[in-house]
């Protein structure tokens, strides 16, 4: 199984430009996560999907990330428009919410905003 | 506040030396914690969870409610174990919030 895949894997825009990522979760995840890793630091959530329905988005920044994630299984997250602290890898995550929860984490999507 | 702390952001040993990357956490509540190690190239992928208390790959971590500390060991580091590694705690909303990451490195 090719586990959570992710695309693009690089990705360079100059500023204002806009920018999507693509999850594709592992199949019978009904749990998809977006987070964000800065230079240096920890994952950090943005989004977290139960199936279609966004849960926990209290760390996306509205005005300018969108997400969505339609029937429940792919997902999307854009930047419109994109700026210099933008530039970050950007992961995805899947899971079977069950006792022994675990997110598979897809390779990331590493942008640079220029 | 959730808060993981890893103090170091680099821990550089020789093979066959004792190993321990430290985790403190703060949370409120009963804490589920975990380690995900990534290697150089590959993907975050999960290495343990404190609730199995389980050795992966010759891991242990033990998680200490007093010290809210869940620190990584391994007795003797092989050169294959260079990586980073993350603590994570599972948040009562199902939010994994991680450490700064340490990355380990290794000597032959």
């Known amino acids: 199984e090719a586990g959570v895949v992710q695309s693009p894997r690089y990705k360079i825009i100059e500023k204002k430009q806009p920018v999507a990522f693509w999850c594709n979760p592992i199949?019978?995840?009904?749990?998809l996560y977006w987070y964000r890793q800065n230079l240096g630091q920890g994952p950090e959530l943005l989004i977290r999907y139960e199936n279609e329905e966004a849960v926990d988005d209290s760390q996306l920044p509205k005005d300018r990330f969108s997400a969505e994630r339609l029937k429940g299984v792919d997902s999307t997250l854009k930047i419109q428009p994109a700026e210099l602290g933008d530039s970050a890898v950007y992961l995805c995550?899947?899971?079977?919410?069950?006792?022994?929860?675990?997110?598979?984490f897809g390779q990331g999507t590493r942008l640079t905003v220029v | 506040a959730q808060r993981v702390t890893q103090p170091e952001k680099l821990l550089s040993v020789f093979k066959g030396a004792p190993v321990e990357l430290k985790c403190n956490y703060s949370?409120?509540?009963?804490?589920?914690l975990f380690w995900y190690v990534q290697y150089s190239r590959q993907r975050l992928q999960l290495l343990l969870r404190?609730?199995s208390r389980e050795s992966i790959k010759g891991f242990t971590a033990d998680l200490n409610k007093g010290e809210t500390s869940f620190h990584l060991k391994k007795p003797f580091a092989q050169e294959e174990d260079s990586a980073m590694y993350y603590c994570a705690l599972l948040a009562l909303t199902d939010k994994l919030i991680f450490g700064t990451g340490t990355r380990l490195q290794v000597f032959p």
């Open positions: 199949s019978g995840h009904n749990t």
């Open positions: 404190h609730i």
């Open positions: 995550a899947s899971s079977l919410v069950t006792e022994n929860t675990e997110a598979f």
């Open positions: 949370y409120s509540g009963s804490p589920e």
